[in-house]
């Protein structure tokens, strides 16, 4: 009886240990990955990556703008968003990884099922986007521009990528640092399990000097998302008639109060080539000075996010 | 019952010492000597790699820049989801005090690392282990394609390092597509910092790495490494980024600097 029960058990051992050496050695074959996977469904934004940068008016860090951009940018003023024409406006397509939001994705097909598009549902303050699947023509450079622009999309090596061309003049961040019409963004959509990050590569000749990358990535939700509130204008202090609020873009009153709260070199809040590159940490090294702990007004949850002061 | 099975282990054993996994997924003889696998016969990484990495990339910081280009504001960990148990580490960072005690190198550990501002150069060292130096930092990563041998000793595989042990596998799309991902699983890592003001990670975090290549339209390619940290200990959920990198011709910018706790 108790040979039996070590046998068993060295048996056992002896078949795990093998198993387990097949497991361990079987990395060099590579596992196979769908060339197409499931887009369809609830993406959660996962909070962890710092890329709306739109806390405080002047904030152009990881930006590399022409000097039109900039000269354009800090004439912005968010008050704009008072006009009651401007309220429902919204935001171009880049919102899409630079908004709060998650994404709520659909597919449609023709009679055929064969996959016509993937559409990702609008929320509050952003159009949806329709990428378009099915090969067909990119429309007349002349034909309309939109906020959400026009979007085609195909499978490459496990990824889904999409350009969208046909964008409106409008905004690459909601502090007013502005997109013009020309631009084109290359989009690339990767998962990974229950993850799905986002790669967004915008081009402006207008208004970047190097295009602005970002990559976000979201978590797929057993909930399924709606942020579709409609927008309903109302009265904020803003008369018809009224000027559209500006700054003289070297009169911007909040040009230092991003560089003062966090001690940031000027260069780089006001979005220069150089600061994105590791040469421009070295460069700083001897002059940059950490702020001070903060002691008070340190936000929710444990944050320490500085508040403007006064 | 029982003769069945010890026929079965048998057999297995036989196999295992005739080749073990190889006689089972056509793989070659371990290598003893070197604890891995060799022969002629089987795939090697280098050689089923579906995307190429080699070569020096350039961090280009657009996201997260006032975490990873300055040291931030001791206390402030903002983005990172910390756990109580972190917030007392975070209060008490003292960087000379790193310094002091050779910790020098804690926000340069493989949670951390390709977060930091500057340069990769990836090569392979040999057919199994592609290898990513980074010049801040000047730090080696070594991704290993096949485990461990059963019973490997070495002390690398048992005393914590800043690197840690760093499994991967490739990922390969179905044909007729072209292309796949790298994955990597590291864990034995030493305790280190997710941010350079001594936001912490323990010594039983496990990162999960995705390595994506992306075209540019400038003809460029970039690299994009997503990355999941999970630490049962300081995070109360998993911390994911996703930085990105441009590949360069050469080595021409490399500039290896040393780690530092105080920069």
């Known amino acids: 009886m108790l040979f039996d029960l070590v046998e068993r058990r060295t048996v056992v051992a002896s078949l795990i240990a093998v198993l387990g050496a097949c497991v361990a050695f079987a990395q060099n074959d590579p596992a196979s990955l769908p060339s197409q996977f499931e887009f369809v469904g609830s993406w959660a934004p996962l909070g962890t990556e710092d890329v709306q940068n739109d806390s405080v008016p002047v904030d152009y860090l990881g930006l590399a703008l022409t000097d039109e951009g900039r000269t354009r940018a800090l004439s912005y003023d968010e008050s704009q968003k008072s006009m009651i024409e401007r309220q429902c406006q919204g935001w171009g397509a880049a919102y899409m990884v630079l908004g709060p939001f998650g994404l709520r994705v659909t597919s449609q097909s023709d009679q055929q099922k064969r996959l016509v598009s993937y559409t990702i549902d609008a929320w509050e303050d952003w159009m949806e986007m ?162 001070p702990p903060c002691t008070a007004d340190c936000g929710v949850a444990g944050n320490f996010v500085r508040r403007r002061a006064g | 019952m029982t003769r069945p099975l010890v026929a079965a282990a048998g057999i297995a054993l036989v196999l295992l010492a005739l080749g073990g996994p190889t006689s089972v997924h056509g793989q070659r003889p371990i290598d003893s000597a070197r604890g891995r696998q060799g022969g002629a016969s089987s795939p090697r990484a280098r050689d089923v790699a579906p995307i190429d990495l080699t070569g020096y990339w350039v961090s280009y910081v657009t996201e997260n820049w006032r975490y990873r280009m300055v040291t931030p504001a001791k206390g402030e960990y903002r983005r990172i989801p910390a756990s109580p148990a972190a917030l007392p580490i975070i209060n008490a960072w003292d960087p000379v005090a790193d310094q002091r005690a050779g910790n020098q190198c804690k926000s340069y550990g493989a949670a951390a690392i390709m977060s930091v501002p500057g340069r990769l150069h990836i090569t392979w060292q040999d057919a199994d ?10 730090q080696t990563r070594l991704l290993r394609f096949t485990a461990r041998a059963p019973g490997d000793k070495s002390a690398s595989a048992s005393r914590p390092t800043w690197q840690g042990e760093s499994n991967a596998r490739w990922e390969r799309v179905a044909a007729p597509d072209v292309g796949g991902s790298l994955r990597v699983v590291t864990s034995n890592m030493r305790t280190g910092y997710l941010r350079k003001n001594g936001v912490p990670y323990s010594e039983r975090t496990t990162v999960s790495e995705h390595f994506d290549i992306a075209p540019l339209p400038d003809g460029g390619t970039l690299l994009l490494v997503t990355t999941i940290v999970e630490d049962p200990v300081y995070l109360n959920v998993p911390y994911v980024v996703s930085p990105h990198f441009k590949k360069e011709p050469d080595g021409s910018k490399w500039d290896p600097t040393p780690c530092s706790s105080t920069w």
Request: aromatic content about 12%; some cysteine; charged content about 25%.
């Open chain 1, 130 to 291: 329709t990428i378009w699947m099915d090969d067909r023509a990119r429309p007349s450079e002349h034909a309309l521009h939109t906020q959400a622009g026009f979007t085609t999309g195909r499978w490459e090596g496990g990824a889904l990528g999409a350009r969208t061309t046909h964008l409106k003049a409008g905004f690459i961040r909601k502090t007013g640092v502005p997109l013009s019409d020309h631009a084109t963004i290359d989009w690339r959509f990767f998962r990974h399990g229950d993850l799905l990050t986002v790669l967004m590569v915008a081009r402006d000749p207008v208004y970047l000097v190097e295009p602005e990358i970002i990559s976000k990535s979201f978590r797929l939700s057993k909930v399924p998302l709606d942020f579709r509130d409609p927008c309903v204008p109302g009265y904020e202090g803003r008369e018809p008639g009224d000027d559209v609020p500006h700054f003289a873009p070297d009169q911007n009153p909040f040009l230092d109060e991003f560089m003062k709260l966090y001690n940031l070199p000027r260069e780089a809040v006001l979005g220069y080539r150089d600061t994105l590159y590791p040469e421009y940490r070295k460069k700083i090294k001897n002059t940059y000075v950490p702020p």
């Open chain 2, 129 to 138: 282990t592609l290898r990513i130096d980074t010049d801040a930092g000047t």
